[in-house]
């Protein structure tokens, strides 16, 4: 750092070093740097959005106040961003500046307790399936008798979101060597023992298994022989190089397999079956595959519990959203023995 910096309130760090601490930031805190490939690319693409509003504004990034974060902030409601967009916006320059405080790059946060603006939409949307919207869906699908292995494919994506509960990122990183059998023994003495499959999951922060039906674990056999060998790629396992196959792969204008599939990739094929069944609304795509799991797994057994196991939830406060989706059940001042009108 040059001498004639020193007399600044702020350090102000060369280009090369606000760089290299953009990539560290990325590269070792995100997610306690264990942080998916495309959870980097959205905060690279949060950060570097705030870095062009700075450059816009005439701000030197290293120089920005509270007052700039602010001015950005206001710009985005203005702009009618969503309450969750300017969220993870200002999410990410506050991590961001934090990082390079305790880096000692700087000497404040200028976006510390910086929040974002009060969401004061109503909270109640549709966001998941009906019985009927879902068998709708199901009934979109080609046939799994057809030996098309895209058919297949996506029947398969389909089936792990809405009967598995699966999020987008555990469809996009799962691999086949994450199908697993195990065998459980007979309960009474001489019962037979069971060969039982679960399926490894891959989230964002941490690993579950999922007990999935014998018909979703059928079609991901087809699925899987019916594609035939997959190119294998590289991950980091415990710190030691694994080679996998990844279960869905997106596929090229030709038909021809292009690589694990992203969480975009899943989004197109998903919403392509929902527009096709009528479905596809602002809150209808495809993470209310996984709401309408949660959603009908409570109907059927009214058992919070339950929906915790299938969908992963570390809270149960979490699943007992699911507990009163359906508007019917809200209807609770219907059992007060009083009449409005004789």
Not at 110 to 116: C, L, M, S, T
Not at 191 to 201: H, N, P, Q, Y
Not at 229 to 254: A, H, N, R, W, Y
Not at 315 to 330: L, M, R
Request: aromatic share 6%; glycine share 6%; net charge positive.
């Amino acid at each position: 750092m040059n001498d004639n910096t020193t007399a600044l309130p702020v350090p102000v760090p060369p280009t090369t070093d606000f760089s290299h601490a953009i990539e560290t930031w990325l590269e070792l805190e995100i997610a306690n740097g264990d942080a998916r490939p495309d959870t980097i690319y959205n905060y690279r693409l949060w950060i570097e959005q705030w870095l062009t509003w700075c450059r816009v504004a005439g701000v030197n990034p290293a120089h920005a106040t509270r007052q700039h974060v602010e001015l950005y902030r206001r710009e985005m409601v203005e702009a009618k961003a969503k309450a969750g967009t300017i969220t993870n916006k200002l999410t990410a320059v506050r991590q961001f500046y934090q990082s390079a405080v305790n880096r000692g790059l700087l000497e404040i946060n200028p976006a510390a307790g910086v929040k974002p603006p009060v969401d004061r939409k109503v909270k109640e949307k549709k966001k998941n399936l009906t019985q009927k919207e879902a068998q709708r869906l199901l009934s979109v699908l080609p046939s799994s008798l057809k030996d098309s292995p895209h058919w297949l494919r996506d029947r398969s994506i389909i089936a792990l979101g809405l009967l598995e509960g699966l999020r987008r990122v555990e469809i996009s990183l799962a691999n086949v060597e994450d199908i697993e059998t195990y065998e459980v023994e007979g309960e009474e003495e001489g019962d037979e023992s069971v060969i039982m499959s679960r399926i490894l999951v891959h989230g964002k922060r941490h690993e579950r298994y999922c007990y999935p039906r014998q018909d979703t674990v059928d079609l991901l056999m087809k699925y899987i022989a019916a594609r035939g060998p997959i190119k294998q790629e590289e991950i980091v396992v415990d710190g030691e190089p694994v080679m996998v196959t990844p279960l869905f792969c997106g596929q090229s204008k030709k038909g021809l397999e292009s690589g694990r599939i992203t969480r975009r990739g899943l989004n197109w094929v998903v919403d392509g079956y929902l527009k096709k069944a009528g479905l596809k609304s602002k809150d209808i795509s495809c993470h209310a595959l996984r709401h309408s799991c949660g959603y009908l797994t409570y109907k059927e057994t009214k058992d919070i519990r339950a929906v915790q196991d299938v969908l992963g939830h570390a809270n149960i406060n979490t699943s007992a959203n699911y507990a009163a989706s359906d508007h019917k059940e809200k209807r609770y001042t219907e059992r007060i023995k009083l009449k409005a009108e004789e």
